[in-house]
């Protein structure tokens, strides 16, 4: 039997998408070894995040309210004093997760299984699926120590669905922040412009763009209908954002966002290791490139040898035609 | 300010896709790939020389040590990042396989209580396990605050604290954070803007990338002292969290790519097809 914690990531006083991905691997690992899974929502706004948290089958929901920005210096020592109770500590491998975790699991003498994409249970022992090396090794973990802290994959956890019924929602105060914390000082969360897309991570379908695209231009005008034809999302390889074409958080790859869609367009991009780490678990694959030796060959289903400038405009009014 | 900057040698990730299991399926294999460094080390390396110099006058302002925890052949990262410019280099001997993040980051400790560095720069990821973590468990260990995957790093204080923008999923996080501290750097950190130490001029712009070794570099690093000794012999706990069960190759992608014609054939087949429209 194992209990599990699910920390909450919390942005604008909401809880991300991810936090759902996490129940999903809380659900999963305690239905397979009869336990049973709490939620903290801990950071601004926990209050109402937590009441939100409410519906999806948790034991109990904890709530944590911790003003300013997010340092891990000011959240790990609460984390760890509640997650000592339990057997698992999840928290999703975002940016914050895969930030966070490592401090937690120090705190706890917990070992970390980061980024994975699977679990199963035999016998009461978890183990654990990463993707490692970019993408080309799968490795199966175990850990050694009492308490584990794992933090999963969005696009590998589909996000759990409210399940109904309402979990006691509880204060929990919070620890003293680490001493740390006196020389870490949070300044500013400075977001990217919300688009009217869906989230990169959440999209069934994803249009991205790369270096072959030329400029921020060739985004907006010439990406952005086929985008917007898909009712999808926009993504970019390293190279499009390093040239200041498109915004950094939109990169998709070993080291930006992981996404698995339905249906996944890659205009103009060469399909280097890292980038196809990000993206080759979409369902089927596109790629527009006017070099038909492009690596992205390997993982492509349709490959459309031709010079994007001329094919985009045309696949973008052939998808309106095909949709009407 | 003394930097001290942690480097792994990994198989070439370049090439990652030629990576191999073992038939039992009890170890991943690399034979035939090249080492490299780990690309965010040789970063993390370009960022704490640009934080420790003038490029200008080009004089330096303090000392920059590499070190690494790995097999003999390490000894050759450490030399290239010290014909970059680093001064000297700890090697400590291990083989890679008794290694997780918990001892390697309790063995930076060690070699952080001997030298006392003002902060320590080190990749956010080594891409050969992706896991992302040792820097994190690092500072824990020490008690010092970490910036992760910090794309800009700006002095200030006179260099006793540094604001660091935070690569996020949502934007950048700017935190400022003082000396002692870990500051675990992104692909970004050698943007030619990303590093201001207030020595440099503002408006001096860095290539794109981490920088090369020159000749004389190369010759210097030969004359450089690397400090080695056993794993054993810091007397740190060397017990592993983690223990893999067995490592499998991905699926392949079944098929290879279908070459279209146009893009009529295209949508044709994306909706008769793969049904995707
Ligand atoms: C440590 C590390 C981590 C990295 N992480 C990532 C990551 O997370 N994500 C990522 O994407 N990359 C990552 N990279 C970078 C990666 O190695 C590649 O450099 C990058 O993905 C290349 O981007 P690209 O395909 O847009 O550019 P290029 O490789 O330059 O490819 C451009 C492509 O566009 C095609 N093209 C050009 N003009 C046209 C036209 N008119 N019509 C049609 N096609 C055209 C070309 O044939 C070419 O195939 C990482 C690198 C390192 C070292
Ligand atoms: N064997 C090692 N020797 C030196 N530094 C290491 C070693 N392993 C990991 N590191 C450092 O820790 C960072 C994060 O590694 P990881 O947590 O394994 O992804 C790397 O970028 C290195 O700076």
């Not at chain 1, 074409?245 to 958080?249: G, K, S």
């Not at chain 2, 990821?125 to 992706?130: C, F, H, L, S, Y």
């Given at each position: 039997m194992t209990d599990i914690l699910v920390i909450a990531e919390l942005l604008d006083g909401k809880a991300r998408k991810t936090t759902h991905s996490a129940i999903n691997l809380a659900k999963q690992i305690a239905a397979g070894t009869g336990g049973a899974f709490d939620v903290l929502a801990i950071g601004d706004g926990a209050k109402a995040a937590a009441a939100d948290l409410a519906g999806f089958g948790a034991r109990k929901v904890f709530a944590t309210q911790i003003d300013g920005g997010y340092v891990a210096e000011k959240y790990a020592s609460t984390i760890a004093a509640l997650g000592k109770g339990y057997g698992v500590v999840t928290v999703t491998a975002s940016t914050y997760g895969k930030d966070l975790a490592p401090h937690v699991a120090a705190k706890l003498g917990a070992g970390v299984a980061s980024d994975i994409s699977g679990v199963s249970v035999e016998g009461g022992t978890l183990t654990y699926k990463r993707q490692m090396y970019a993408g080309n090794v799968f490795g199966f973990v175990q850990l050694t120590t009492a308490i584990a802290v794992v933090s999963p994959r969005q696009a590998e956890f589909e996000p759990a669905q409210p399940s109904g019924g309402a979990s006691p929602v509880e204060d929990y105060a919070a620890a003293a922040a680490d001493a740390a914390a006196a020389r870490i000082e949070f300044i500013s969360l400075e977001q990217t412009a919300k688009s009217a897309r869906p989230e990169l991570s959440e999209a069934a379908v994803v249009v991205a763009g790369g270096r072959g695209l030329k400029s921020a231009d060739g985004f907006t005008n010439v990406l952005g209908p086929l985008v917007d034809s898909l009712g999808g999302a926009m993504g970019a390889s390293r190279a499009a954002c390093d040239a200041g074409?498109?915004?950094?958080?939109l990169q998709i790859g070993q080291t930006g966002k992981v996404v698995a869609p339905k249906l996944y367009i890659a205009v103009g991009?060469?399909?280097a290791i890292q980038h196809l780490a990000g993206m080759k678990g979409s369902k089927v694959i596109v790629a527009i490139n006017k070099d038909k030796e492009a690596p992205v060959a390997q993982v492509a289903d349709y490959f459309l040898v031709a010079d994007l400038f001329k094919a985009v405009p045309e696949l973008t009014e052939a998808i309106k035609k095909a949709r009407a | 300010m003394k930097i001290l900057v942690p480097v792994k040698r990994v198989a070439d990730p370049e090439n990652a896709n030629k990576v191999k299991v073992a038939p039992d399926g009890s170890r991943v294999t690399t034979d035939g790939l090249e080492w490299k460094i780990n690309p965010f080390d040789e970063y993390a390396v370009e960022a704490a020389l640009r934080l420790n110099e003038n490029a200008k006058s080009a004089e330096r302002l303090g000392e920059t040590i590499v070190a690494s925890i790995g097999g003999k052949d390490a000894a050759q990262t450490l030399r290239q990042t010290l014909a970059m410019g680093a001064d000297r280099a700890v090697h400590i001997l291990a083989e890679?396989?008794?290694?997780?993040s918990f001892v390697v980051a309790r063995a930076l400790k060690a070699i952080v209580d001997k030298e006392q560095p003002d902060v320590v720069v080190m990749?956010?990821?080594?891409?050969?396990?992706?896991?992302?973590t040792a820097g994190q468990i690092l500072g824990e260990l020490l008690g010092w605050p970490v910036a992760s995957f910090a794309a800009s790093i700006e002095t200030s204080d006179g260099g006793k604290s540094f604001i660091v923008g935070r690569e996020v999923d949502t934007g950048v996080l700017k935190v400022k954070i003082t000396a002692p501290c870990v500051i675990t750097v992104d692909l970004r950190i050698v943007a030619p803007g990303s590093v201001k130490n207030g020595a440099t001029p503002a408006e001096h712009a860095y290539g794109e990338g981490a920088r090369y070794a020159s000749l004389k570099g190369i010759m210097a690093a030969k004359k450089k002292p690397i400090d080695e000794q056993p794993l054993a012999g810091l007397g740190v706990d060397v017990t592993t969290t983690t223990k893999y069960t067995k490592f499998e190759l991905p699926p392949a992608r079944k098929g290879g790519a279908k070459f279209v014609a146009d893009v009529n054939e295209l949508v044709a087949l994306l909706k008769s097809e793969a049904k995707v429209l």
């Open positions: 074409y498109i915004a950094n958080d991009i060469s399909g | 890679d396989d008794a290694l997780d990749g956010k990821q080594a891409v050969d396990g992706d896991s992302n």
